[in-house]
């Protein structure tokens, strides 16, 4: 299995850009969330789904979307990218029942900068 | 938000030494706790959960303290691969579904 996927690995936007952030993962876990990591802060949720067609939004979700059309994939969009936005982006996945309460697996990031 | 409180770090360590991180909680409602792993510009990776009193894996040694609302991870005979960022996980639920509280995480050096 290859786990949790992510593209692409590094990204440079435009302020005012709009881009899409892929994720997949072939576990077939039904909880998958979207996470963001700056320095000298924790991971905060951004985005989660609880199975297909159900999304609902986490800490920070202003400036993002999500849609989740099968159990394998969960892209992240950003609408009009903003300098703020310059982070490192997670996704994750865990199995039904609890999501929060079951082993997270991430996968490896992706490292945006919005100039 | 609900928060989770961790030792500020970096800890720098001999081989061999035995290391501790606490973190504390808000949320007295939470029954489960996790430390995840981070290796330097890589994803968390589970390294422990903690659903009673404590639990133990080898050379780690993860105790909850419900009365005082933290947690603690000891690390024995720390090896050079231990050098990672420790993160304190604590599930809160809310509005039918279940998230995750991340510490900004403890830095650990061992150094040979």
């Known amino acids: 299995n290859a786990g949790v996927t992510q593209t692409p690995k590094f990204q440079v936007l435009k302020t005012g850009q709009s881009m899409t952030l892929q994720c997949a993962q072939d576990?077939?876990?039904?909880?998958m969330s979207w996470y963001r990591q700056d320095p000298g802060m924790g991971l905060r949720l951004i985005h989660y789904s609880v199975g297909a067609g159900i999304t609902d939004q986490g800490e920070v979700p202003n400036g993002y979307n999500v849609s989740r059309s099968t159990t394998e994939d969960f892209p992240l969009r950003l609408l009009s990218a903003a300098p703020s936005q310059t982070s490192v982006y997670f996704c994750a996945s865990s199995q039904a029942g609890q999501g929060g309460y079951n082993e997270q697996f991430f996968g490896p990031g992706t490292r945006l900068t919005v100039l | 938000r609900k928060e989770v409180e961790q030792d500020p770090g970096p800890f720098n360590v001999p081989e061999g030494a035995t290391v501790a991180f606490n973190c504390t909680y808000s949320n007295s409602a939470s029954q489960s706790f996790f430390w995840y792993r981070q290796d330097c510009r890589k994803e968390p990776k589970l390294l422990m959960s903690v659903y009673s009193s404590g639990n133990e894996d080898g050379r780690f040694t993860a105790q909850l303290n419900r009365a005082s609302q933290y947690i603690s991870l000891l690390i024995r005979d720390s090896k050079l691969s231990d050098s990672a960022t420790y993160l304190c996980v604590v599930p809160y639920s809310g509005a039918g579904s279940y998230q995750l509280t991340f510490g900004k995480g403890t830095k650990l050096s061992v150094i040979p």
């Open positions: 576990m077939n876990h039904e909880y």
